[in-house]
């Protein structure tokens, strides 16, 4: 009896960490998907409440004072304020964790259109994203776990001094051996350790901001008020998905027959990025100056492809929403390509360039032992 408890004791020993560190990679790895799911809930509670002919205040506040536990303590917050007066959309922002900052703004737009069911199709279109963050979460962990350990940092600065005397110790057995890429890696160790440990930070970060989500964004905001915009606006894959949020609410305005000028202003603050508000100003100031809309929607698209899809859109008969939605999904699957061909080749590039390193330096040691193993035999 005691051997059973003595064995359960070490087994649990050995077992318990390596089942925390699964809870907790199990736990990052599905935050944008827990994310996902919470906006999507949300958004089904509102589309259940206009069925039932209910506001969204009335829906949010009916549904928390059931004490349902399933909703998140995130949704009972957002409901003590709507009880304390506060609309929706206001609402949403003192509680920004629980729906995604583009989709607040879409809702937001859909309460100055007067009515926010129209634009919970969006919503839903943007929630699609959470699926490529995920599967990138999946390398971005093998590089932590590859370059964010110090293992080849600290050989290399181990082996410096030994490695660069290997050729005199072959001297006594007359062989002259120069292992010229194993001594390269020696010289340049420092730099390597250097590069090594920007790149390692560099991801640190990226694992930061995975972690991190919309509250990160807006902590950031507070003291670099335009970075985020910025960064988001930069990486291809995110503007190619800012641009498809914004052709998909431009599209439903303009079949809800709001005016050129609104329907660009509010779709460019349903993309809540700083960039393209400040592109709808000077294609609102286009349009004042007496140009088109395909004209003024240039400034969107360096190479015009949105404001040809909206002038051939206009000219058909079944409305800007449909005639758009191919190029919508095009828009969200070379999204989806480019951050997953940018993910796969930064983790095999880091990979190869770190089996280099180790090869050359296995090379130029066995190098030198085979010469000098052949000078002894033939001795």
Known sequence: MNLFWSSLFWLIVWFAPLCLLVLGLYWLFTLPLRRQERARFFLDLLETGFRQGRSPEATVAAVSATRERSVGVRFHLLAAHVRNGLALTDALARVPSLTPPQAAAVLRVGEKLGDMRKVIPVCRGMLKDAHSQTRNAVNYFLLLALIGTPIIPLFLSAMHERISLLPNVAIPYGVAVHPAGMLAVM???????????????????????????????????????????????????????????????????????????????????????????????????????????????????????????????????CGFAAALSGWMESLDARAFQQEQTFSQVVSTGLVLANGLLVALVVTGVFHVLISITNEVVLW
Request: aromatic residues 10%; proline residues 4%; positive net charge.
């Open 187 to 317: 010289d340049w160790h420092i730099w390597i350790t250097i590069a090594q440990l920007l790149i390692a930070a560099l991801v640190l970060l990226g694992v930061i901001a995975y972690v991190g989500g919309p509250r990160l964004r807006r902590w950031i905001e507070v003291v670099f008020p335009a970075l985020c915009d910025w960064l988001m606006y930069r990486v291809p894959w995110r503007r190619k998905r800012l641009r498809r949020d914004f052709a998909a609410m431009l599209a439903l305005l303009l079949d809800a027959g709001v005016p050129e000028e609104t329907s660009v202003q509010l779709a460019a603050a349903a993309t809540a990025n700083g960039i393209f508000s400040k592109q709808a100003q000077r294609a609102i100031q286009d349009l004042h100056a007496g140009r088109n809309l395909r004209e003024a929607l240039r400034r969107f698209d360096d190479d015009a492809e949105l404001s040809w899809r909206m002038a051939n859109a206009a000219q058909g008969p």
